[in-house]
Each structure stands twice: as C-alpha cells, then as structure tokens.
C-alpha cells in the first residue's frame, strides 16, 4: 500500500497509520455477506476466494469511519486508494 501508490499531495501513511486504516476496512467490510457480495472474479490461487466491488454503501461507511483518524489530504489520498482498487477478496 505504501510502496505502490502515490500519496501525493499527502504524506504517505505510516506503518501504523495503514494497519489501523485495514482494521476500519475489516470492520465496515464484515458485514457484508460474502454470497450476496456479487463475486466477479476468482482468484487463481485459492478456490475459496472470489473478489467482488465494494458497493457505495460500503465505501461510504469505510470513509465515514476514517473521517475521524485522518487528515483531509490523507483522505483524499485513501480515497483515490479504494477508487483504483475497487476489487476485494470475499
């Protein structure tokens, strides 16, 4: 995350700063169920991954929670973080 994305305007996060960005995205994404999540791709090294695109309304919620820990230009940068990533593991 740190080492394949441009931060810029923004500092790139810190080690602590990420970890404690992916515990906000376990937490918003942990109530999805995984069979309704729409799976559009299987992952070609485990059979018991699929990933699928966030809805809005889970991007919303994840921004949301990281509206409270990070700065303006740290949220634009994560911002555009899940907008180029838009596929997760289910």
């Known amino acids: 995350m740190k080492l394949h994305f441009s931060w810029a305007p923004a500092a ?6 990420i970890s404690f960005f992916i515990a906000l995205f ?14 559009s791709e299987d992952s070609e090294t485990d059979e018991n991954v699929s990933y699928c695109e966030l809805s809005s ?8 929670r990281c509206n409270r820990h990070f700065s303006r230009a740290e949220l634009t940068a994560l911002r555009r973080f899940i907008d180029g990533h838009p596929k997760v593991a289910t």
């Open 12 to 17: 790139p996060l810190n080690e602590d700063q």
């Open 26 to 39: 376990r937490e918003s994404v942990c109530a999805v169920d995984p069979c309704s999540a729409g799976a």
């Open 57 to 64: 309304d889970v991007v919303d919620d994840l921004m949301g």
